[in-house]
């Protein structure tokens, strides 16, 4: 539809309202601001159009008349209304009030919906004397017999004669009004407001209007107008004059009110209804069944009066298989044809993805037989059907559901049970209908417990929990149950509905599985999962208390033995006596627990002292260490050893506690068992700083953080550099260089001191390949740790390095190992010798002299170098025995045919010493400190050693 189809177009044409009249022209959104102005709107306003569109009435006239205008809008765009009337404003900037004719039509979109209003307004303030000028005709017209009205030309009821008004009282009181309201209309639709236009255009019009006496009788005018105009020619009002007619035409309009009426009845219902004639032919039908027509038909336009109802009926149900349209046309045409009185049935059709059910209702035309013609009527069922569906399905799961299903009135009074519930209750229907379910109460939930649920169900809608109820045998049950309210449409609780599950069977093997869970088999202590549990809630409420905990840790000594002795059955007898004993040597708000085999756990609460804590462990192991009896009469003695930590002495969580006092037990049965042993934090503090500098030494490894410096050996005949000993250093990212007695102590005994051997030997073996390059020949020692002498993959290691370092001649490998180290197992390290001896590599004996050496152990290890220990070297100038001692190693190297290496030499005096005692290599301070391994190649190319 167009936006403005319900507008008169030509009244918003200034040309047609006559020469010297203002007509006003502008629309409004539904928000009430003006959309459009035309120029006569802006002289009016006083405004530019820019400063009149999106702003409403309020800013243009007095609050009072734009409320007022406001509502007369809202009846337009609200309900479509069209308002035709004269509105007396006052502007904002102006004491002088102006009348205006003004129209209202509703503005439509292009689907048929109000979009805005449109307004078109005439001043009229000047017409009061043109009305007084009508006066003097009242009199002569008020003798017309005739309906005789006089009309402004915005339509406004002036004057009706006392003629018309005896013709229609009802008429008499639209003076003052507008015309249109007394809802008078032509024919051919004209209403007053387009009959009045119609004057103004034409200077006349006549038709026949209808309207209704006061009796209530039906009334038909024909009317005549003419337009009145002024001395000046201009239009001032409208003249009608009507003769009653309804007598003539009464037969013909009463037919024709009976066929409208009956029209719209039948448009008014949601049935699909048509009339079938005797060649099958549509009589008529109502809009429900036209529009269902079209829905199911594409083409509309192919809808041809010709079709049959049959052809029709096939597009209505178009989904519907042939079986059953065949059976829809055969029951219509048996009632056509008088075979049938009437025929119903239900059908169902598919709409879309949806599936959707109908009755037809066939009956003959005329409601008897043998008339030709039949009214057939599609009733959608569809709403009705699934509502008794989910009815009937409401009443099959109430009836047959598994739950037991209860329902209460809102004053909690029993209405309705099922089978169900019967079965689970043991009472009848009949006897708790009209009974409170407090009948079913077995007493182990209080008043509070109901009053909670009550509260619930009143204030949230619903409640679901456990409840304890009695049957009618005084069985006590368990139920699993879900309580709602029905409300009623205003908010009241109508009902409660209950559904319950007898849970007793899986509430006691719930009991049984927890008991299984949380306590020992054989000796019905709480296991380790109740011990946690425990020992979680003792700390949490030792901290709100500042109380001290104990945590013991115990089993049986040489338990094993008694059962290879007497037999498993004899020592879980013994085991239930040990739980007996500590179970009564323990305060009741105590725990022990079986944490597996012989160990068990004491958890203490509320210790005032450490010796209080010694004194019950005291009382224990006496009580553990009594004679057990076995099964055949017999006794048999062992003891415990308890271990145990004290909190918040040792503040750490309850699993970290229990692994303590088991370290600590391990502790005592190493002590020699039957005793205690606590576990000492300090200690473990330190275990843990040290296990912290391993880790750290391990990550410096990883980064790269270590270093070989090196220090020459030179020797004492001609003054050459002849070796150099490698010397691992730590750059610590923080503390800097660091030397090998901070960190080498740590790694005694660990797995990664083999991880930092294998480092060096793989570092010595680049730097060699890399002497080779600059022409350097000369051997470098290395110091090989006791872990790797013992490491029976060392000289596999030793073999693989040398296969990927081809240019290293195995004979420039010199490994050193201390003489200590060595001693510890003569036999493997001997072994390991002659192994890397066979690759071509070379041993030192270092610190000689510090060990328990002996001819028999030197003989044994073959190793190619005797160093002298640097303590003996140092003092052997002042100390006859030092002196003594380094005349030894250097005769027992000559006669083993080893050389000899005097380290930590450090004056040329010692040198000179040393080369008369005919020590054949030195190195030390005197000769160069150890230095980073890059800076050696430039040392030894300058070094020349001093005559001495």
């Known amino acids: 539809m167009n936006p403005v189809e319900t507008a008169p177009i030509n009244a918003i044409n200034p040309s047609s309202s006559g020469e010297g009249i203002d007509v006003f022209v502008f629309t409004k959104d539904l928000n009430g601001n003006y959309t459009f ?13 820019q400063d009149i569109l999106g702003r409403n009435d309020s800013s243009f006239f007095d609050l009072t008349k734009a409320d007022q205008l406001q509502l007369n809008d809202r009846r337009v765009m609200d309900h479509g209304e069209t308002i035709v009337g004269l509105e007396q404003v006052y502007f904002r900037n102006s004491d002088q009030a102006r009348v205006y004719a003004t129209h209202k039509y509703p503005l439509r979109g292009p689907f048929g919906s109000i979009v805005g209003m449109l307004g078109v307004s005439i001043d009229v303030s000047e017409r009061t004397k043109a009305e007084e000028d009508l006066q003097l005709y009242k009199r002569v017209l008020d003798q017309i017999q005739d309906y005789v009205t006089i009309i402004d030309l915005e339509g406004e009821v002036m004057y009706i004669n006392r003629g018309g008004s005896n013709v229609n009282q009802k008429l008499s009181k639209f003076v003052g009004q507008n015309a249109a309201a007394h809802g008078l209309s032509s024919r051919d639709g004209f209403d007053i407001s387009t009959i009045i236009r119609q004057t103004q ?11 209704t006496q006061r009796d209530g009788h039906h009334v038909i005018l024909d009317l005549r107008t003419a337009l009145v105009r002024n001395a000046a020619n201009l239009p001032i009002a409208i003249v009608g004059t009507a003769t009653d007619i309804s007598f003539e035409k009464m037969a013909v309009k009463t037919l024709s009110d009976s066929q409208a009426q009956h029209s719209v009845i039948m448009d008014s219902m949601a049935d699909l209804i048509a009339v079938v004639g005797p060649a099958d032919e549509i009589i008529s039908s109502n809009l429900a069944w036209r529009v269902n027509l079209e829905k199911f038909n594409p083409s509309p336009e192919q809808l041809l009066p010709s079709w049959s109802y049959f052809d029709a009926l096939e597009h209505i149900v178009a989904s519907v298989d042939v079986g059953q349209l065949k059976m829809l046309s055969a029951g219509i045409r048996s009632v056509m044809a008088s075979a049938l009185p009437i025929f119903k049935v ?65 004053d909690g009074i029993i209405v309705d049970i099922n089978e169900s519930f019967e079965i689970m209750s043991g009472y009848t229907r009949a006897e708790l209908i009209g009974n409170n379910p407090r009948i079913l109460s077995s007493g182990r939930q209080d008043r509070l417990f109901y009053s909670a649920m009550w509260h619930e169900l009143t204030t949230k809608g619903h409640w679901t929990g456990e409840i304890w109820n009695r049957r009618k045998d005084g069985e006590v049950y368990a139920v699993q149950q879900t309580i709602s309210a029905v409300r009623s449409d205003d908010g009241n609780i109508r009902q409660f509905i209950s559904l319950g599950s007898d849970i007793t069977s899986s509430k006691n093997h719930q009991r049984e599985i927890e008991r299984v869970f949380h306590y020992d088999v054989l000796t019905k202590l709480p296991n380790r999962v109740l011990f946690s549990d425990r020992i979680r809630q003792k700390l949490a409420h030792a901290k709100r208390s500042n109380e001290t905990v104990a945590v013991l840790c115990m089993d049986l000594d040489d338990f094993k033995g008694i059962n290879d002795e007497f037999g498993l059955h004899a020592g879980d007898q013994i085991l239930i006596q040990v739980a007996d004993r500590l179970r009564m040597n323990i305060r009741l708000e105590d725990t022990v627990a079986r944490l597996g085999g012989d160990e068990f756990v004491v958890l203490l609460g509320d210790i005032p002292s450490r010796s209080a804590c010694d004194q019950i462990i005291r009382h224990l192991l006496e009580e553990l260490a009594l004679p057990y009896a076995l099964p055949d009469g017999r006794t048999t003695d062992t003891s415990a050893s308890i271990g145990y930590t004290l909190f918040p002495e040792d503040d750490a969580d309850p699993d970290t506690l229990i692994r303590h006092a088991d370290h600590a037990m391990f502790l005592a049965k190493q002590a020699g068992k039957n005793r205690s042993s606590r576990f000492d934090i300090s200690v473990d503090n330190r275990n843990k ?29 001609n003054g050459a550099v002849v070796g150099a000993e490698a010397l691992i ?83 420039r490998l010199e490994l050193e190992i201390v003489e200590s180290a060595a001693l510890d197992d003569v036999q493997k390290v001997s072994i390991l010798i002659d192994e890397c001896h066979t690759l071509g590599a070379k041993f030192s004996l270092d610190d000689f002299g510090t060990g328990y050496s002996s001819l028999t152990y030197l003989k044994r290890l073959a190793v190619d170098t005797l160093k002298i220990d640097q303590s003996f070297v140092r003092d052997m100038l002042g100390d006859e025995s030092a002196l003594a001692i380094v005349r030894g190693v250097i005769g027992l190297a000559d006669a083993f045919t080893a050389h000899t290496v005097a380290e ?5 005096e010692h040198a000179a010493k040393l080369r008369s005692l005919n020590c054949q290599i030195i190195q030390g301070y005197v000769i160069a400190r150890p230095m980073p391994a890059e800076r050696f190649p430039a040392w030894m190319e300058q070094f020349t050693m001093p005559d001495f």
Request: hydrophobic fraction near 40%.
């Open 37 to 49: 102005a035309n120029p006569k709107v802006e002289e009016l306003f006083a405004s530019p159009l």
């Open 201 to 211: 255009t034409a200077g006349s019009w006549r038709g026949l209007l209808e309207g």
């Open 346 to 410: 239900d059908y169902f059709c598919h709409d879309g993805e949806m599936e959707r059910w109908f009755t037809l209702h066939a009956t003959p035309l005329g409601g008897s037989p043998g008339v030709k013609g039949v009214v057939v009527t599609h009733r959608d069922i569809t709403e009705r059907r699934n509502a008794l569906e989910k009815l009937q399905l409401a009443a099959s799961i109430f009836f047959h559901a598994q739950e037991g299903i209860l329902i209460t009135s809102s």
């Open 689 to 717: 700083a040290n296990w912290s500098a391993l880790a750290k030494v391990e990550r410096g490894i990883d980064r790269g953080e270590f270093k070989l410096f090196l220090q020459p050996k030179v020797s004492l005949s």
């Open 729 to 811: 250093r730590w750059m610590h990212p923080i503390r800097g260089l660091t030397t090998p007695g901070h960190f080498l102590p740590l790694l005694e005994g660990q797995p990664t001191m083999l991880k930092l051997g294998s480092w060096v030997l793989r570092e010595a073996f680049q730097m060699l390949r890399n002497w080779n390059e600059l022409g350097i020949e000369i051997p470098m020692s290395v110091n090989v740790d006791a872990m790797q002498l013992r490491d029976s993959e060392f000289s596999k290691e030793l073999s693989q390095l040398l296969l990927e370092f081809p240019s290293v001649p195995a004979s």
């Open 904 to 908: 930590g030499v450090e004056t040329w």
